[in-house]
């Protein structure tokens, strides 16, 4: 490995464990009943089952309402489209066999009284380079896109909770 590249793995090092004391520290104590932990938007986040490394690091960069610009799309069957735009970065230990990939399907909203109105879900509403990708990565990758949600309402609380990973990983949420 040449010397530019190692010093440039280094300095990579360096900003990752910055990162992942931003990401402690930025959680809040905002725990749900059901044992999500709240995080700001902008905040990042460690995707890791049990005591495993961190296979990702991820953030919610925002959340808003958007109109579906394909051709043949059909209208939100619970009011609005609402983007979830994401940040991910694959670590070195993440391997696409490990078991954990995001989805749309690990996505709901809720409304400030806690009920459910709405889900992430798969449509062909917007271009499809606009989505995040809902396969397995690959390590030490980086991927931006966006989760389409269809919410009764524009503001609530987005809640990822990743079904392929071990139930000690309960998931997070974010107010938008």
């Given amino acids: 490995m040449s010397y530019v590249r190692r010093s440039a793995r280094f300095a990579a090092a360096i900003v990752a464990a910055t990162v992942s004391l931003t990401a402690c520290s930025s959680e809040s104590d905002d725990t749900a009943a059901d044992g999500t932990r709240g995080v700001g938007l ?3 986040i460690e995707i890791r089952a049990g005591g495993s490394p961190v ?3 991820l953030w919610l960069d925002s959340v808003q309402a958007v109109n579906c610009t394909e051709p043949g ?8 489209y609402l983007a979830a735009t994401i940040v991910l970065q694959t ?3 993440y391997q696409p066999d490990s078991g954990w990939w995001m989805s749309a399907e690990d996505f709901t909203t809720e ?3 806690g009920k459910q109105t709405g889900k992430g879900i798969i449509t062909s509403c917007l271009p499809k380079h606009r ?8 390590n030490d ?3 931006y896109g966006i989760v389409l949600i269809d919410s009764a309402s524009e503001h609530g609380t987005l809640t990822y909770k990743p079904r392929n990973l071990p139930t000690d990983v309960p998931g997070w949420h974010w107010k938008y």
Avoid: Q
């Fill in 55 to 57: 296979l990702a690091t």
């Fill in 141 to 143: 990758s980086g991927y």
């Fill in 131 to 138: 989505y995040l990708p809902d396969d397995f990565y690959l």
């Fill in 73 to 80: 799309s059909l209208p939100p069957n619970n009011g609005h």
């Fill in 42 to 44: 902008g905040r990042h």
């Fill in 91 to 93: 670590s070195e230990a």
């Fill in 111 to 113: 409304n400030g009284e």
